[in-house]
């Protein structure tokens, strides 16, 4: 079974930048399909980028197009979220999941979680 930890979360000032990274554990993993999900408070967790186990495929949301860069270590089994010009919208907490095929921006679809890791942005 796949586990993921997630780091690099924090405060910072809108207009400011901030790397978010996933750590998987298991064989596997480095095979996977690995997401970015954020929920903010009172809010549905909304899908944000994923990324194939190649690193060839990605795709975001209309909302981080252009500021938001994912990528991917295979050798190390970690996926990251570069985050550049961030917004006080972009305040939640960030889950990265992964999923041996999924390519779905659905939540409800996606079974391995990390814990999260809190994002805020001041205005």
């Known amino acids: 079974q796949v586990q993921l930890v997630e780091s690099g979360g924090g405060l910072v000032q809108a207009g400011g930048s901030l790397r978010l990274s996933c750590a998987a554990s298991g064989r596997t993993a480095s095979s996977y399909v690995m997401v970015w999900f954020r929920q903010a408070p009172g809010k549905e967790r909304e899908f944000v980028a994923a990324i194939r186990w190649s690193g060839g495929s990605t795709y975001y949301a209309d909302s981080v197009k252009g500021r938001f860069t994912i990528s991917r270590d295979n050798a190390k089994n970690t996926e990251y979220l570069q985050m550049n010009s961030l917004k006080p919208e972009d305040t939640a907490v960030y889950y990265c999941?992964?999923?041996?095929?999924?390519?779905?921006?659905?939540?409800?679809?996606?079974?391995?979680w990390g814990q999260g890791t809190q994002v805020t942005v001041s205005s």
């Open positions: 999941a992964a999923d041996p095929s999924l390519w779905v921006t659905d939540n409800r679809a996606w079974r391995i």
